[in-house]
């Protein structure tokens, strides 16, 4: 029986593993973005925006419906008859049509709010592709940090596991015995926190992609091409060119078209509509039928539209003056963005690269000569901490000089400079 409940145990456990390792999922930049572009929520979502806007198009395109008018007397006090057809009744058919261009004018104005849905679409994507990159590269790096911790925990486990025994055996001394365990925890205690910001940058991954919950993402990242990489005197204004086809730069240019279009189409609202109309008479007053034409035309003799166009004005002079500011935060934000990268991207290329890899043979050495007992407890923890410290600021810069460059691309709106995949 005890046999029976194990196997099956064991058949669960495995089934469990199996589903955790099928959940973790070994993801590229490149492919993230890819899942990102093909399933966001958000970006789904915006896509009907722009159908809504087109939609508007149409509607602006269609001709006011024809309407037909039929009167008929439904009691008639001579005969004392209801719904007499033989009574007087009166059919009219009547068209509204549109005069000053209006119709015309509302098209272009819905066809610039098509373009503008567009470019808020764009300037979406652009938020939420920058948000992806820094959650991915934040999310690489963080695991790259619990390796370095995952290092140093497993060394001082099997050191702690020779100074237990040494301790019973009345070899080592109590301090040395619980200083080392005391190092231990403050390990375990920072990777607890950096785990933590882990799951919520999993939680947040998870909801870019649109996957389960309960999907484990194991970020990938080549990060080669830093090193050679480098500015020279024409970047920034080459930049600076790159500015103008920006989502927020054209869109507020659009915001002065469109409402250049509306003034034009509230002044046209000026000029009154004209509707025309076939009326038929039976059984008149003046004859027995009477086929008349008609056309009706409001006077503008109080209502010329005056509000409406005075707010016109305005709003196309307000959104002239966010155009106005828009290029000026475009500009210092590109420039603090470049300015920034160029630091870092210095201050990157400035150590030697060989520094991680002698300080990893470092405490390799370090971690041999204190089991030899040839340095002193505190030198062992001195020389460790100086290791975990610069490995992880290592590891800082790299991440910074990335994330620099990267805002520049943000700020453009494109991925003009790919410096990892």
């Known amino acids: 029986m005890k046999k029976i409940i194990l196997a099956v145990l064991f058949t669960v456990l495995s089934q469990q593993n199996l589903l955790l390792s099928q959940n973790e999922i070994q993801l590229t930049l490149s492919v993230a973005e890819e899942i990102f572009l093909k399933n966001n929520l958000k970006l789904i979502a915006e896509r009907y925006s722009i159908d809504m806007a ?6 602006a395109r269609l001709f006011e419906n024809p309407e037909l008018n039929f009167e008929q007397n439904i009691y008639s006090r001579a005969d004392g008859e209801f719904f007499d057809f033989k009574s007087p009744n009166v059919i009219q058919f009547e068209q509204l049509f549109f005069l000053a261009g209006k119709r015309k004018k509302l098209i272009a104005l819905e066809k610039l709010n098509v373009e503008i849905a567009q470019l808020e679409f764009q300037e979406l994507l652009r938020t939420l592709r920058n948000a992806l990159r820094e959650n991915f590269i934040e ?8 390796a370095i911790y ?21 070899n080592v001394s109590l301090m040395e015995n619980a200083r080392l365990k005391a190092l231990l925890f403050g390990l375990q205690s920072e ?3 950096i785990e933590k910001e882990i799951i ?3 939680k947040e991954l998870n909801l870019l992609l649109n996957q389960q919950e309960q999907t484990m993402n194991n970020p990938q990242l080549e990060t080669n091409a830093i090193r050679q990489f480098a500015f020279n005197e024409n970047t920034y204004n080459l930049l600076k060119r790159e500015l103008t086809n920006t989502p927020l730069l054209q869109m507020a240019q659009k915001q ?7 003034l034009r189409l509230q002044k046209s609202l000026r000029i009154p509509d004209l509707t025309v109309g076939v009326a038929y008479e039976r059984e008149g007053e003046l004859r027995p039928e009477n086929v008349g034409l008609y056309f009706n035309i409001p006077i503008p003799f109080f209502n010329r539209n005056q509000g409406e166009i005075k707010v016109a004005e305005a709003q196309l002079n307000q959104n002239r003056t966010l155009h106005q500011q828009q290029e000026k935060e475009s500009l210092n934000e590109l420039y603090a963005a470049y300015s920034k990268a160029n630091e870092a991207l210095k201050f990157y290329q400035s150590y030697d690269k060989g520094l991680e890899n002698d300080f990893e043979r470092l405490i390799e050495g370090i971690v041999s000569s204190f089991e030899r007992r040839t340095i002193s407890m505190l030198e062992f923890i001195d020389y460790y901490e100086t290791y975990k410290e610069i490995m992880l600021q290592l590891q800082e810069i790299e991440k910074e000089t990335i ?5 520049i691309n943000f700020v453009l709106g494109k991925n003009y400079f790919r410096i990892v995949e």
């Open 150 to 170: 995952n290092k140093g925990i497993d060394e001082l486990k099997k050191l702690i596991e020779v100074y237990d025994e040494q301790y019973a055996k009345g």
């Open 139 to 146: 999310f690489y790096y963080q695991k790259k940090s619990i």
């Open 54 to 59: 087109q939609a508007n198009v149409i509607q």
């Open 403 to 407: 994330l620099s460059i990267e805002a």
């Open 200 to 202: 919520e940058l999993q």
């Open 256 to 262: 002065i078209e469109a409402e250049e279009a509306n």
């Open 191 to 193: 990777k607890f926190e």
